[in-house]
Structure formats: structure tokens, C-alpha cells
């Protein structure tokens, strides 16, 4: 029966990966934030959201994927080339001399 559970679950996140339009169990269960959390950035306005009746919160799939990846970190490499782009960028100073 454990088979049969894993498959269902994989089918659900399937299904919820199809959907454009979360409501607040979708979004839960797509980004792993509890309901708790959820209302903090609702409530706080960190997210964009919908209450078209007055009680019933909606997400739109593309922002929440927004905020998702809203504050990346760059890698050691990304940094390195970024400084590396930078120098190669600087018009030299001074007029070094080579001998």
C-alpha cells in the first residue's frame, strides 16, 4: 500500500505543478510555508495575492514562482566572474608601464 501512496502523491504534485491559480492549501502544500506563514506574508503584503470575495486568498502560479526566487545568492563562482567582468571593465589608471 506504500507504493500506491507514493504514486498518488507524485500524481497530486503533478497536478498541482498544472495549475495557474493556487488557493491558500495549494499554495501551502507547492511552496512547504504553512498556513501560519502564509498569512504573515499575506498579511505583511510580501506576496502578491487575490481576495476577490473579501475572505478567500488566491495566488497566481508566476508569483509565487517570483517570490520563491526573489532573493538569490549568488554562488562563489557568480561572484568571482562578476568581479572578473568588473576589473576587465575598468579603464586602467595611471598608465602602468611594463618593462
Do not use: H
Not at 505543478?17 to 498556513?35: A, H, P, V, W
Not at 562563489?76 to 602602468?96: F, H, S, W
Request: aromatic share 10%; hydrophobic share 35%; net charge positive.
Amino acid at each position: 500500500m506504500n507504493t500506491g501512496t507514493t504514486t498518488i502523491e507524485r500524481i497530486e504534485a503533478m497536478l498541482l505543478n498544472q495549475k495557474e491559480i493556487f488557493n491558500i492549501d495549494d499554495f501551502c502544500r507547492y511552496t512547504g510555508l504553512s498556513k501560519s506563514a502564509t498569512y504573515k506574508l499575506t498579511g505583511n503584503k510580501q506576496i502578491r495575492f487575490s481576495r476577490p470575495n473579501g475572505k478567500l486568498i488566491f495566488f497566481k502560479k508566476d508569483d509565487v514562482d517570483a517570490y520563491l526566487m526573489s532573493k538569490p545568492i549568488m554562488s562563489t563562482d557568480d561572484i568571482e566572474q562578476e568581479a572578473i567582468d568588473y576589473t576587465v571593465a575598468q579603464p586602467m589608471k595611471g598608465g602602468l608601464r611594463w618593462s
